[in-house]
Nanobody, 124 residues
């Protein structure tokens, strides 16, 4: 059984930084692409970033490009999201997810396993 556990969320002022972590267990982590999504109250879950299984390919939403960086450490079964220059509109519950195979890397339907989420709140 796959388990994904996010950590690193919190309250930060605008312009600040946070690093989210997602620890995975249950499947060979290095075989699967990983993604980060977020959901703000009253809004749909949206794509933030994704990374290929070997870490060579990364994808970002336009809203976070240049501010967020996704990375992974396959030896530690962990994926990270470094978030810099945070804005109040980045406030959301952030989820990591493990991709199941094909499909649009930016679509939540391409991911089978999800964590419980970690809250990020950015104050103005």
């Amino acid at each position: 059984q796959v388990q994904l556990v996010e950590s690193g969320g919190g309250l930060v002022q605008a312009g600040g930084s946070l690093r989210l972590s997602c620890a995975a267990s249950g499947r060979t982590f290095s075989l699967y692409a990983m993604g980060w999504f977020r959901q703000a109250p009253g809004k749909e879950r949206e794509f933030v970033a994704a990374i290929s299984s070997n870490g060579l390919l990364t994808y970002y939403a336009d809203s976070v490009k240049g501010r967020f960086t996704i990375s992974r450490d396959n030896a530690k079964n962990t994926v990270y999201l470094q978030m810099n220059s945070l804005k109040p509109e980045d406030t959301a519950l952030y989820y990591c997810a493990q991709r199941i195979g094909g499909g649009n890397v930016k679509s939540p339907h391409a991911y089978l396993y999800w964590g419980q989420g970690t809250q990020v709140t950015v104050s103005s």
